[in-house]
């Protein structure tokens, strides 16, 4: 059996399509354009070309951009002004500050500076006990960018059974989370789980988020059953020339799709949702602050 194949990059294009219908619709009626900040702190080549992208994303689906990008001493005095000027800037529904921050900035402590509201990134302590109790709030871009896939795919989640592989804070725990407000009953498995294969195999979904290179294979895949897989690791690509590096997930692609219904692939998979996701979330986050309908089909 071949796996139905989830294209992630289709996906966000159609998730921007209907953000940039939205911005429209705040523009034309409310005269209102919905503004993201981003903060980038030092010279991470990475983040250079994530933020990059973010910015012309923000612009092409009509919103407005603003970069901050800051030099990699800054204090965390300075840090926190700049989030505290931003915070309460009325052009600017939305921050994000781009992880990692150099070693001498306190992460939690930046990111617990943002107002909740505006936290597009979702990581703000307020926003993830919200979530975990079932409330509305600010939702992390990747695991809801899987969550619109798999209601796309499957409709209703209601009773399914699903197996999140990983336990971080950006994916894992709000993964659960969101699939438990779905009705899923769900399972989070990780380094240390015992009997994790025979447990992946009970799944009709199977998320992986571990950060292990294709770790996860046909063996470990119940017949049929939907894999998302947001891993992106970079490893040697013999087959390509020496010195030649290729992407890969948390799953052997090739195995898994004979035994998967359906699957996402790496790259190309869930690695495009995630900025579509932030560019929802920041209308989201507009809409609320001008107690605004929020727009249908982009939140969790």
Same mark, same amino acid.
């Given at each position: 059996?071949?796996?139905?194949?989830?294209?992630?990059?289709?996906?966000?294009?159609? $998730?921007?399509?209907?953000?940039?219908?939205?911005? @429209? @619709?705040?523009?034309?009626?409310?005269?209102?354009?919905?503004?993201?900040?981003?903060?980038? $702190?030092? =010279?991470? /080549?990475?983040?250079?070309?994530?933020? *990059?992208?973010?910015?012309?994303?923000?612009?092409? &689906?009509?919103?407005?951009?603003?970069?901050?990008?800051?030099?990699?001493?800054?204090? =965390?005095?300075?840090?926190?002004?700049?989030?505290?000027?931003?915070?309460?800037?009325?052009? $600017?529904?939305?921050?994000?500050?781009?992880? /990692?921050? /150099?070693?001498?900035?306190?992460?939690?402590?930046?990111? %617990?500076?943002?107002?909740?509201?505006?936290?597009?990134?979702?990581?703000?302590? !307020?926003?993830?006990?919200?979530?975990?109790?079932?409330?509305?709030?600010?939702?992390?871009?990747? /695991?809801?960018?899987?969550?619109?896939?798999? *209601?796309?795919?499957?409709? !209703?989640? !209601?009773?399914?059974?699903?197996?999140?592989?990983? *336990?971080?804070?950006?994916?894992?725990?709000?993964?659960?989370?969101?699939?438990?407000?779905?009705?899923?009953? $769900?399972?989070?498995?990780?380094?240390?789980?015992?009997?994790? =294969?025979?447990?992946?195999?009970? #799944?009709?979904?199977? &998320?992986?988020?571990?950060? *292990?290179?294709?770790?996860?294979?046909?063996?470990?895949?119940?017949?049929?059953?939907?894999?998302?897989?947001?891993?992106?690791?970079?490893? +040697?690509? +013999? =087959?390509?020339?020496?010195?030649?590096?290729?992407?890969?997930?948390?799953?052997?692609?090739?195995?898994? !799709?004979?035994? #998967?219904?359906?699957?996402?692939?790496?790259?190309?998979? &869930?690695?495009?949702?995630?900025?579509?996701?932030?560019?929802? %979330?920041?209308?989201?986050?507009?809409? @609320?602050?001008?107690?605004?309908?929020?727009?249908?089909?982009?939140?969790?």
């Amino acid at each position: 059996m071949a796996a139905q194949l989830i294209d992630g990059k289709a996906f966000a294009a159609s $998730v921007r399509k209907q953000v940039a219908v939205h911005v @429209r @619709r705040l523009k034309v009626h409310y005269n209102i354009v919905p503004g993201l900040a981003v903060v980038l $702190v030092g =010279e991470d /080549p990475a983040s250079e070309v994530y933020v *990059r992208n973010k910015g012309k994303q923000t612009i092409e &689906v009509g919103m407005n951009s603003f970069e901050h990008k800051l030099p990699a001493d800054t204090s =965390e005095a300075d840090l926190l002004k700049l989030i505290d000027d931003l915070n309460k800037d009325p052009a $600017v529904h939305g921050i994000l500050c781009q992880l /990692p921050l /150099p070693d001498h900035l306190n992460e939690d402590l930046i990111i %617990n500076s943002i107002a909740p509201d505006k936290d597009v990134d979702g990581f703000h302590i !307020s926003n993830v006990g919200l979530l975990g109790t079932g409330q509305k709030s600010m939702v992390p871009c990747t /695991p809801l960018g899987c969550l619109m896939m798999l *209601r796309d795919h499957h409709g !209703s989640l !209601s009773g399914l059974n699903a197996v999140v592989v990983g *336990r971080s804070n950006i994916v894992g725990k709000p993964m659960a989370n969101l699939l438990l407000n779905d009705s899923c009953t $769900v399972i989070i498995a990780h380094s240390r789980t015992k009997n994790i =294969e025979a447990l992946c195999k009970q #799944a009709d979904i199977l &998320v992986a988020a571990v950060g *292990r290179p294709e770790m996860i294979n046909a063996d470990w895949i119940k017949s049929g059953a939907t894999v998302i897989d947001v891993g992106i690791n970079r490893i +040697p690509a +013999p =087959e390509k020339g020496e010195g030649k590096m290729k992407l890969v997930g948390d799953v052997d692609f090739a195995s898994a !799709s004979d035994v #998967a219904g359906a699957i996402t692939p790496v790259p190309g998979g &869930v690695g495009p949702m995630t900025i579509a996701c932030l560019l929802a %979330n920041t209308v989201t986050a507009c809409c @609320r602050a001008n107690d605004l309908e929020e727009p249908e089909g982009l939140t969790a």
